[in-house]
């Protein structure tokens, strides 16, 4: 948590780090993955067979760049596989000898025919090489419960079933153990297969929840909600977070529901509005999170039942009239974008009390940090912010307190304004399980440096580790191929004022 005074701009701005005072354990699996049957997220992002240059493709028809870019931010979880597009997924089809997998029209994108030449068993074996944990959405859409069932014994039952079965004539007899499974992908959405009411989604998630805990009461199972501060969502809470001793086979500390899933794309022009708009996920969560205890409560939920966390299972910068779903959704990143990717984890990290999982929305190529070419990848803008937090924001948030001016201006939702601060230092922290201090400082304005006085940096080792990402103006890409937007290292004693550079974003490292 950061808590935040605001000044005048001509007053000396401050920042205290608080290394002792850890507040909540940032989940692993905030630093999730999405990849989607859309655009070239799968096909020619995950699975690249045609690919004239050998050297970049396994013995799977795997990326091996791409493998190796998801293992260097080490991605504990990847969603999949969808998105709209699993509202028209039939799993059987994806499964099975390649030459015998039906063709299929595609609803959601419209854009070409699914091929299901990469299907359930194909995104558990690149999960296995990733070494990363799969998270399966579930057809809310055209699919049945029969279906929903049948797929989560394909891939977790040992018994000696149809379906278990037939994961082991398709060659895998161990169970996939596959934990995580979504109730339905924005079932709320004009533009979904089967649109529902939240009277009927209410109704209908808690019964294939029941049913799919009986079968297997290990996994865990994420509501659809919305933004998290919609009537959806507090209706499908009031209506799911229930005690239900028969679906739960009298365990008191198990719940049908464990996650309840929200969805915010963040993007404006403006490159300042941009970079903020971040601010109104974390609002979001905020109020999600007391949605989650009104129902609870209204509920008489038992203590017993470990509290529902949020399961933030898309976010990012997308603007979808610049880069339509229909084509791909290949944006081109800038350093606002980067910025704005920033302040969306420090969200995360300043609210990590209240989320389970957060998954970018996309990895690859599709609204991605990362793109394929037919030679190799390119590392987007936003990429840069992403591997900072994947590799040092872990363990636990530590207190923080800001004293700077604020950005006055509108802003991109323009409730903003009137719900959330929107200081130009944007700043979490957090201390890993070695004891290591991060901290992240997003400095939104566009063309001041920030000096500012830092308390609480003092490092034993007399030398603080600087990470620095900027550039010369807010529009620079990567897209060319050449890496405008890096990431600079350099060193600080960890005393004094530390100058943040305009329109940047600086972590700053130590042991204290
Ligand atoms: O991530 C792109 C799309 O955005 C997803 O398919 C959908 O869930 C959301 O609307």
Redesign the pocket.
């Given at each position: 948590m950061t808590t935040f005074t605001k000044i005048e701009e001509s007053e000396q701005a401050t920042i205290q780090v608080f290394p002792s005072h850890k507040l909540s354990k940032i989940n692993d699996n905030v630093y999730g993955g999405?990849t989607?049957h859309?655009g070239r997220c799968v096909y020619g992002g995950l699975y690249d067979p045609e690919n004239p240059n050998k050297d970049l493709i396994d013995k799977n028809g795997f990326r091996k760049d791409v493998i190796d870019s998801f293992k260097e931010l080490n991605v504990p979880v990847v969603r999949y596989p969808?998105?709209?597009?699993?509202a028209t997924y039939h799993w059987i089809d994806g499964v099975g000898p390649k030459d015998q997998r039906p063709k299929r029209p595609e609803l959601?994108?419209r854009a070409r025919a699914e091929s299901n030449q990469f299907g359930t068993d194909e995104f558990m074996k690149w999960c296995e090489i990733v070494g990363t944990e799969p998270y399966l959405a579930l057809n809310f859409g055209t699919g049945t419960l029969d279906e929903a069932l049948a797929w989560l014994e394909y891939c977790n039952s040992t018994r000696d079933t149809y379906y278990a079965n037939l994961r082991r004539k398709n060659g895998r007899e161990e169970p996939y153990n596959v934990k995580y499974w979504a109730l339905g992908?924005?079932t709320w959405?004009p533009?979904q297969v089967e649109m529902m009411t939240k009277e009927d989604y209410g109704k209908k998630a808690y019964q294939w929840a029941k049913a799919l805990k009986l079968l297997d009461p290990t996994i865990k199972l994420i509501l659809c909600g919305e933004t998290g501060h919609s009537e959806w969502d507090f209706h499908t809470l009031k209506e799911c977070i229930r005690y239900d001793l028969h679906g739960l086979g009298g365990d008191m500390t198990a719940s049908l529901i464990d996650m309840h899933s929200i969805?915010v794309?963040t993007a404006s022009d403006d490159p300042v509005k941009n970079a903020i708009a971040p601010r109104s996920a974390e609002r979001a969560i905020e109020i999600c999170a007391g949605l989650i205890d009104l129902a609870r409560i209204q509920n008489k939920v038992p203590n017993s039942v470990p509290r529902q966390t949020i399961c933030f299972d898309?976010w990012?910068v997308?603007d979808?009239k610049r880069a339509p779903?229909e084509d791909g959704?290949e944006e081109t990143y800038t350093l606002s974008d980067a910025l704005a990717v920033a302040i969306w984890l420090n969200v995360f990290v300043r609210q990590s009390k209240y989320i389970g999982m957060a998954n970018i929305?996309?990895s690859v190529n599709?609204?991605a940090p990362l793109m394929t070419t037919q030679k190799g990848v390119i590392k987007q803008t936003i990429w840069w912010p992403l591997l900072l937090f994947c590799k040092y924001m872990r363990g636990h948030t530590i207190a923080t307190h800001v004293s700077s001016a604020a950005y006055e201006g509108e802003t991109e939702p323009s409730w903003i304004r009137s719900a959330i601060d929107t200081p130009w230092l944007d700043v979490s922290a957090a201390v890993g399980d070695d004891g290591v201090v991060s901290m992240v400082v997003v400095n939104a304005h566009k063309t001041n440096a920030q000096k500012v006085d830092v308390f609480g940096t003092k490092p034993s080792s007399g030398r603080v580790q600087v990470y620095s990402i900027t550039g010369d103006s807010w529009d620079v890409t990567n897209m060319a191929g050449t890496q405008t937007v890096g990431i600079k290292e350099s060193q600080w004693d960890g005393n004094g004022s530390y100058e943040f550079p305009n329109f940047s974003i600086t972590m700053l490292r130590w042991t204290p």
């Amino acid at each position: 948590m950061t808590t935040f005074t605001k000044i005048e701009e001509s007053e000396q701005a401050t920042i205290q780090v608080f290394p002792s005072h850890k507040l909540s354990k940032i989940n692993d699996n905030v630093y999730g993955g999405f990849t989607e049957h859309m655009g070239r997220c799968v096909y020619g992002g995950l699975y690249d067979p045609e690919n004239p240059n050998k050297d970049l493709i396994d013995k799977n028809g795997f990326r091996k760049d791409v493998i190796d870019s998801f293992k260097e931010l080490n991605v504990p979880v990847v969603r999949y596989p969808g998105g709209n597009f699993v509202a028209t997924y039939h799993w059987i089809d994806g499964v099975g000898p390649k030459d015998q997998r039906p063709k299929r029209p595609e609803l959601a994108w419209r854009a070409r025919a699914e091929s299901n030449q990469f299907g359930t068993d194909e995104f558990m074996k690149w999960c296995e090489i990733v070494g990363t944990e799969p998270y399966l959405a579930l057809n809310f859409g055209t699919g049945t419960l029969d279906e929903a069932l049948a797929w989560l014994e394909y891939c977790n039952s040992t018994r000696d079933t149809y379906y278990a079965n037939l994961r082991r004539k398709n060659g895998r007899e161990e169970p996939y153990n596959v934990k995580y499974w979504a109730l339905g992908n924005e079932t709320w959405g004009p533009w979904q297969v089967e649109m529902m009411t939240k009277e009927d989604y209410g109704k209908k998630a808690y019964q294939w929840a029941k049913a799919l805990k009986l079968l297997d009461p290990t996994i865990k199972l994420i509501l659809c909600g919305e933004t998290g501060h919609s009537e959806w969502d507090f209706h499908t809470l009031k209506e799911c977070i229930r005690y239900d001793l028969h679906g739960l086979g009298g365990d008191m500390t198990a719940s049908l529901i464990d996650m309840h899933s929200i969805h915010v794309y963040t993007a404006s022009d403006d490159p300042v509005k941009n970079a903020i708009a971040p601010r109104s996920a974390e609002r979001a969560i905020e109020i999600c999170a007391g949605l989650i205890d009104l129902a609870r409560i209204q509920n008489k939920v038992p203590n017993s039942v470990p509290r529902q966390t949020i399961c933030f299972d898309e976010w990012n910068v997308w603007d979808p009239k610049r880069a339509p779903g229909e084509d791909g959704a290949e944006e081109t990143y800038t350093l606002s974008d980067a910025l704005a990717v920033a302040i969306w984890l420090n969200v995360f990290v300043r609210q990590s009390k209240y989320i389970g999982m957060a998954n970018i929305a996309q990895s690859v190529n599709v609204i991605a940090p990362l793109m394929t070419t037919q030679k190799g990848v390119i590392k987007q803008t936003i990429w840069w912010p992403l591997l900072l937090f994947c590799k040092y924001m872990r363990g636990h948030t530590i207190a923080t307190h800001v004293s700077s001016a604020a950005y006055e201006g509108e802003t991109e939702p323009s409730w903003i304004r009137s719900a959330i601060d929107t200081p130009w230092l944007d700043v979490s922290a957090a201390v890993g399980d070695d004891g290591v201090v991060s901290m992240v400082v997003v400095n939104a304005h566009k063309t001041n440096a920030q000096k500012v006085d830092v308390f609480g940096t003092k490092p034993s080792s007399g030398r603080v580790q600087v990470y620095s990402i900027t550039g010369d103006s807010w529009d620079v890409t990567n897209m060319a191929g050449t890496q405008t937007v890096g990431i600079k290292e350099s060193q600080w004693d960890g005393n004094g004022s530390y100058e943040f550079p305009n329109f940047s974003i600086t972590m700053l490292r130590w042991t204290p």
